[in-house]
């Protein structure tokens, strides 16, 4: 499989204005890395001030990074594009959001919500050809009778079925990428798996790659091939899935999984024990931005910011992994 999203050291920094000069810049994500392979689903998983939200919106293009390549497909996308480039790129990477109510226009009815992308992107214009096209993505995505959904109003449906209709007008272009944001973090537990089961489904007839935002360790192992762990606006740990949550090497990632996330909130902050907050990311120092909560802390690490250690086909950064420390290591295997 080859890369179809690939970021190289990206960073955000958003400016802090005192009496109109910029004084200060908050961190949102530095040095960010990673690539993402067609039909893939990669989750990012971190607290709330992870940089897990900027991400995606660089990648929409909403923020134009402050440093760093973004690549789609090969084609450098982070830069400046031609109105023209910029609608067939958001017609390729779409995105669905965390709360399906705000994100649906609550005077219009479904149809109506559904009718613009194709009108918009796929140049239809035919209004039976249109009203087709809804019924079939309304299918896909399960909201049978179409019919019955499409005279319906945002406020008339569930959340479930709310976020069925976003996942709906997102796959209605046929997007390579969808970037979702906390698709599943608004809806009741029961709800949560049928939303999961549809996006794995999409995936698996439409070759669709993810990038999957949550804070929910638990939904990230159920749907993802691999997992990337930020804190504080950096990437803490990257590997498989299934590997990184069985033997998590990060101190946080470990911290994350003892957390035992509850359905419903995600992480148990109770459990974590040496919890703190995520620190300041007004001009962070150089250090680990783990460290104030990290009781592997060393000397080093309040001094220095670990690079990425690669080990086998995963990413750690953190001290502990570098070559003269590596047989001094504890892998969790709680
Ligand atoms: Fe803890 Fe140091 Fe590793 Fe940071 S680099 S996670 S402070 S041991």
């Not at 998983?45 to 690549?71: D, H, L, M, Q």
């Not at 039976?128 to 993505?137: F, G, H, L, M, S």
């Not at 703190?276 to 783990?290: D, H």
């Amino acid at each position: 499989m080859n890369d179809f999203l690939k970021l190289e050291g990206v960073s955000m920094h958003f400016p802090i204005r005192k009496f109109g000069k910029r004084t200060r810049y908050v961190h949102a994500m530095d040095d960010v890395s990673f690539s993402l392979k067609k039909g893939e689903i990669l989750s990012l998983v971190g607290e709330s001030g992870s940089g897990k939200t900027t991400t995606a919106r660089v990648i929409a293009k909403v923020y134009t990074p402050t440093s760093g390549n973004v690549f789609v497909n090969g084609n450098l996308v982070s830069k400046k594009m031609h109105t023209s480039k910029l609608k067939e790129y958001r017609q390729r990477v779409q995105m669905i959001f965390q709360d399906p109510f705000s994100s649906l226009n609550p005077t219009k009815r479904v149809r109506s919500i559904l009718s613009r992308p194709f009108v918009l992107y796929k140049s239809m214009s035919n209004s039976k050809e249109i009203r087709q096209a809804e019924r079939d993505v309304l299918e896909v995505v399960g909201l049978t009778p179409t019919d019955f959904y499409l005279d319906k109003f945002p406020h008339e449906l569930s959340g479930g079925q709310r976020q069925r209709v976003g996942i709906a007008r997102a796959i209605s272009v046929e997007p390579d990428l969808i970037l979702a944001d906390e698709p599943t973090s608004m809806l009741d537990v029961s709800i949560r798996l049928s939303i999961m089961n549809t996006l794995l489904k999409l995936k698996e007839e439409r070759n669709i790659s993810y990038l999957y935002i949550t804070h929910d360790l638990a939904g990230a192992r159920y749907v993802s091939d691999r997992i990337i762990v930020m804190y504080a606006g950096m990437i803490m740990e990257i590997g498989p899935a299934e590997e990184l949550i069985q033997h998590p090497l990060h101190p946080y990632t470990q911290l994350l999984k003892r957390a035992a996330p509850s359905p419903e909130t995600g992480f148990n902050k109770k459990k974590l024990g040496y919890v703190g907050e995520v620190p300041s990311l007004i001009s962070p120092p150089k250090a680990c931005r783990f460290s104030p909560r990290c009781p592997f802390a060393m000397e080093k690490c309040s001094k220095e910011i670990p690079p990425l250690y690669e080990i086998g086909d995963r990413k750690v950064r953190c001290f502990l992994y570098e070559k003269s420390n590596q047989e001094n290591v504890r892998f969790d295997e709680s």
